[in-house]
């Protein structure tokens, strides 16, 4: 890694994409927990003082880590269900979609995806400004169950919530609203969706159905159609 830099804007970002890049390409073996500015140091031929001119702390490099992949998923959904859309596609096949897109993404960077959604860093504490960034996944589910509500795409549960809702008011924001009847509960069965989603590409990336299941591809559509059901969500399997 070049050390030879100016202060400029530009250059300080090149400077901390690049520690980024080394810090990333260390988690497959190092692990979130044990990723640290020495050892980022070391593999990028720098002192441990250049690095922490960009991030002062190890948890700063872990936030901007978590950030990026936060965005990259994010995007990677976005863009997929975007397309989806503005072809016409109905609610199904967008939400199909889109959660292709993060599997893709997942089995594409798994140190990454284990970053996000792995076993917690003791010590750790995410900082606020991860919030936004971790909002486009569940935010991308959100928009498609509203688009086919207002489509009249999503069909009534066949076993309504019985009792209050169980969502946090974020929740209901980043929905939009309460739905109505009888679709009052369709933001936690939008929830189901989304850990269903993320569970299943933690068996996938984690190798917990590789001796189960001999065609994963065609597994993750079939659950993801079984789970999209539960919401109200037909997604048509060839």
């Known amino acids: 890694m070049d050390t030879s830099r100016t202060t400029t804007a530009d250059e300080t970002s ?7 890049e080394t810090a990333h390409a260390l988690l497959p073996g190092l692990g979130a927990g044990g990723l640290s500015l020495d050892a980022v140091a070391a593999a990028g031929g720098l002192t441990v003082a250049e690095v922490e001119t960009v991030f002062p702390h190890r948890d700063d490099l872990l936030t901007a880590l978590l950030i990026d992949a936060y965005n990259e998923s994010g995007a990677a959904m976005e863009q997929a269900d975007r397309a989806a859309a503005d072809s016409g596609a109905p609610a199904g096949t967008r939400l199909l979609a889109a959660a292709r897109a993060l599997r893709q993404w997942s089995v594409a960077d798994p140190a990454a995806f284990a970053l996000v959604y792995g076993s917690p860093v003791p010590g750790y504490h995410a900082p606020q400004d991860t ?4 909002s ?3 935010a991308v589910l959100a ?3 509203r688009s086919a509500l207002e489509s009249g795409e999503l ?4 076993r309504p919530l019985p009792g209050p809702p169980l969502i946090r008011p974020e929740a209901a924001a980043l929905f939009g609203s309460l739905p109505p009847e ?3 509960d369709v933001i936690e069965r939008g929830i189901v969706l989304w850990s ?10 984690f190798s917990r159905t590789h001796d189960s ?10 659950a993801i159609a079984v789970t999209a059901e539960n919401a109200g969500i037909e997604i048509p399997l060839n």
């Open 196 to 205: 269903s989603l993320i569970g299943l590409l933690a068996f996938e990336v």
């Open 14 to 20: 090149g400077f901390a994409a690049a520690l980024k």
């Open 143 to 145: 928009g498609i169950l």
């Open 136 to 138: 486009r996944t569940p």
């Open 182 to 184: 009888p679709f009052t």
């Open 155 to 158: 069909v009534p549960p066949r």
């Open 213 to 222: 299941v001999q065609d994963q591809s065609a597994f993750f559509d079939f």
């Open 131 to 134: 919030v936004p960034p971790a």
